[in-house]
């Protein structure tokens, strides 16, 4: 029933920025906390950046200090600030979705979004 869609990605030269969005659409019960994840070919699925429904913030060490992960209660929408990339940020980016709570949720995913850094 919850749709999210993602927009933004791209390519970019080492260093250079993309902002990258989530955007819900359906019936949310209670959303708990959405979220990032990346995986590039050949590598495993990686978790990028969460926020939880109280603005509580968890990023993975290879991004901190150059992504920021924020919220739009209003709209349901998650953005990822994504600064300084490099080429090993490559990858699809996908969205999550957790409704319900930390006990007992549902999570909803993104079709990805491609994020390429290269010169």
């Known amino acids: 029933q919850v749709r999210l869609v993602e927009s933004g990605g791209g390519l970019v030269h080492p260093g250079g920025s993309l902002r990258v969005s989530c955007e819900a659409s359906?019936?949310?019960?209670?959303?708990?906390?959405m979220g990032w994840y990346r995986q590039a070919p050949g590598n495993q699925r990686e978790l990028v950046a969460t926020?939880?429904?109280?603005?509580?913030?968890n990023y993975a060490d290879s991004v901190k200090g150059r992504f920021t992960i924020s919220r739009d209660a209003v709209k349901k929408t998650a953005v990822l600030q994504m600064n300084n990339l490099k080429p090993e940020d490559t990858a699809v980016y996908s969205c999550?979705?957790?409704?319900?709570?930390?006990?007992?949720?549902?999570?909803?995913w993104g079709q990805g979004t491609q994020v390429s850094v290269s010169s």
């Open positions: 926020i939880t429904s109280s603005g509580k913030t």
């Open positions: 359906g019936t949310i019960v209670s959303l708990y906390a």
């Open positions: 999550y979705l957790d409704d319900g709570s930390s006990d007992l949720y549902r999570r909803y």
